[in-house]
């Protein structure tokens, strides 16, 4: 093992490899950063909201999430997720369906249009809706004669939930089902499928995890969304309130462990969907590569 | 190459034998247009209808423009640090192997799930004078809490996960034969990171900044809570909107999310060319 050309060979191989990556110092230095940085800026803050729940006790955090506004917060939440997602569901399979399997004109000024709540503020998603259904707003005078309460009511915070989620289905499932193609769905009509049948027994299966990809992340934001949402709501509590408003309320009355309860509630809930998010990045990858960063 | 007659024509679709184009089109047309495209013309029409002058009057109040200035700067050097930072952060997820990398890159979309309102009570009790943080800036004479350099640290909060997730898989694709050849040209590794990866990387890093910016110029519920909203100090251009909105000051709120709008468009457009530019210059 004492042979001197492997000797003298390890000095050059180090030398080599110093060239296309850092050296060790350097390394070890900006991992040091790079975990601090993530420590301070993403950790803290989710240990905080424990911590301070916790903070008079398991008690005082049981007895704040029994509070009847607090559970009227929680119902209200599950609620508007429960109505918008699913519609999302539906629009993002469909448009994913006409822009992925079809060439027509316009397509791509579609698919900007589909992304354009992304870059819309949540308080200028609350204030559209305003604008149409407010006392003051285009539809108002008509909905007020009719006694249709849209704003400040449970249609208008779904309507806001609805539009600021309208992206994340349908641009988890385009890129994955242009990528996957029209072959599978064309070998099942020349067999005999109906359109219908080659949409349940063909598409579906196979872009189901991308599918499930795209609910679990607009879920999360159906239930945590919360300036679309204060814009339309009227804070009314007990009637209004979604649990993002409730921990508002809660935190300017002072009440934190109460703020702090309902708070960890939501973070546990981005904790499952970061868990469940990784987990089908780790498991089915590439079947949904296409949506891979987001 | 034989052309089929039929093509010559403009037509709107390509042939298919997949059905139900008409079916899912249509749908996806009509809720597209109910859900986003009717309430915003709405805002559009609206503020049309405001009127050049008082559209003008509103634009210029001064607490407006403050607010704009506040909501865009803060936005701007939020955004610079995540591109610092988020680099950083997307290198050392690739680059090196350590302990806890996957928990560490499952993390970074912790902005994206958490909840803004409860990403701005954390963020505040965590800054302010007597938080785990703001004790340790307190001596040093730094405020964060309750002053303009909160939204910045809020507004990092929230853009984190944009350049790292845009960055990070164009890093992954990173040819290592491209560093070994500059290498072997006799590049030391400062010159091949400046001359060789940032190049390639900097549309990604370009994208990730762009996202990242224009979410934080929106940004509400993460910054209200941090920024103690003084006018002309620390109120952010989303937050005045919402004041307007319960003075039914409603012509005021258009016109501050107009302008918002207006700007961030005319951003993305910017940004889209130069990255249109430095596609073509680096390939």
Redesign the interface.
Do not use: C
């Given at each position: 093992m004492a042979d001197p050309e492997i000797k003298s060979y390890e000095p050059h191989h180090e030398s080599?490899s110093?060239?296309?990556?850092?050296s060790r110092p350097v390394?070890i230095t900006?991992?040091i950063?790079?975990?601090a940085?993530?420590g301070?800026?993403?950790?803290?803050?989710?240990i905080?909201?424990f911590k301070?729940a916790f903070a008079k006790g398991v008690g005082a955090y049981f007895q704040s999430l029994g509070d009847a506004d607090t559970r009227s917060a929680i119902r209200l939440t599950l609620l508007v997720a429960a109505i918008s997602v699913p519609l999302n569901l539906v629009?993002g399979l469909?448009?994913a369906?006409?822009i992925a399997?079809?060439?027509?004109?316009g397509k791509a000024f579609?698919t900007t249009?589909?992304d354009?709540?992304?870059?819309?503020?949540?308080?200028?998603s609350g204030?559209?809706?305003?604008?149409?259904f407010?006392a003051?707003g285009?539809l108002g005078a008509w909905l007020k004669a009719h006694g249709i309460q849209i704003l400040f009511a449970v249609p208008g915070i779904v309507?806001a939930t609805?539009?600021v989620t309208?992206p994340f289905v349908a641009r988890e499932l385009i890129p994955l089902m242009q990528e996957q193609g029209?072959g599978d769905?064309?070998a099942a009509?020349s067999l005999g499928a109906?359109?219908w049948q080659?949409?349940w027994y063909v598409t579906l299966p196979n872009v189901k995890w991308g599918l499930l990809y795209g609910v679990l992340?607009c879920n999360?934001r159906a239930?945590?969304?919360?300036?679309a949402v204060?814009?339309v709501s009227g804070h009314i509590r007990g009637l209004t309130n979604t649990?993002?408003?409730h921990?508002?309320i809660l935190?300017n009355e002072y009440n934190?462990v109460g703020?702090?309860a309902v708070?960890s509630l939501?973070?546990g809930?981005?904790?499952v969907?970061?868990?469940l998010?990784?987990l089908l990045e780790m498991r089915y990858g590439a079947e949904i590569a296409a949506t891979?960063?987001? | 190459m034989t052309t089929a007659p039929a093509q010559a024509g403009w037509r709107?679709?390509?042939p298919?034998?997949?059905?139900?184009?008409g079916?899912?089109?249509g749908?996806?047309?009509a809720?597209?247009t109910l859900?986003?495209?009717?309430?915003?013309s709405?805002?559009v029409?609206?503020s049309a209808s405001l009127g050049w002058t008082d559209f003008w009057a509103l634009a210029t109040d001064p607490r407006t423009i403050k607010a704009l200035q506040i909501s865009f700067g803060t936005a701007f050097i939020a955004a610079a640090v995540n591109v610092v930072?988020g680099t950083?952060?997307a290198?050392?997820?690739v680059?090196?192997r350590?302990p806890?990398r996957?928990v560490?890159d499952?993390?970074?979309?912790?902005?994206?799930?958490?909840?803004?309102?409860?990403?701005g009570?954390?963020?505040t009790?965590?800054y302010a004078p007597k938080?785990?943080?703001g004790q340790l800036l307190m001596p040093l004479g730094i405020k964060v809490a309750y002053t303009p350099l909160g939204i910045v640290v809020a507004l990092?909060?929230i853009g984190?996960p944009f350049v790292v997730?845009?960055v990070?898989?164009i890093m992954e694709e990173i040819d290592?034969e491209v560093?070994?050849a500059a290498?072997t040209l006799g590049?030391?590794?400062f010159q091949?990171i400046t001359r060789v990866l940032l190049p390639g990387l900097a549309p990604a890093i370009v994208t990730g900044f762009s996202l990242a910016f224009?979410r934080g110029?929106?940004?509400?519920?993460s910054v209200i809570?941090i920024a103690g909203n003084l006018p002309y100090k620390s109120e952010i251009a989303?937050?005045l909107?919402?004041i307007r909105?319960e003075e039914?000051n409603?012509p005021a709120?258009?016109a501050i999310?107009a302008i918002?709008?207006a700007l961030?468009?005319a951003m993305?457009l910017v940004i889209n060319l130069v990255q249109t530019w430095s596609r073509k210059r680096y390939g």
């Open positions: 080599r110093a060239a296309v990556t850092e390394r900006l991992t950063v790079t975990l940085f993530l301070v800026f993403l950790l803290l803050p989710l905080i909201v301070e629009f469909s448009a369906w006409a399997k079809f060439e027509f004109k579609l249009l589909i354009l709540p992304f870059s819309v503020s949540p308080v200028i204030l559209v809706y305003v604008l149409l407010g003051q285009l309507l609805v539009f309208f029209n769905e064309e009509l109906n359109g080659a949409f992340l999360a239930m945590g969304e919360f300036g204060s814009v649990m993002p408003l921990v508002e935190y934190a703020a702090f708070a939501l973070a809930l981005a904790l969907t970061l868990v998010k990784t891979r960063g987001h | 709107f679709r390509q298919s034998v997949i059905p139900g184009f079916l899912t089109l749908f996806s047309l809720y597209l859900i986003i495209l009717i309430p915003l709405g805002l029409w609206r930072f950083l952060v290198w050392v997820l680059r090196y350590f806890g996957r560490a499952a993390m970074v979309d912790l902005p994206f799930a958490l909840p803004t309102a409860v990403a009570i954390a963020l009790t965590l938080g785990w943080l990092v909060f984190l997730r845009t990070q898989p290592k560093e070994e290498a590049a030391n590794r091949i224009a110029v929106g940004e509400y519920g809570f989303p937050l909107i919402v909105l039914y409603y709120a258009t999310a918002m709008l961030s468009f993305l």
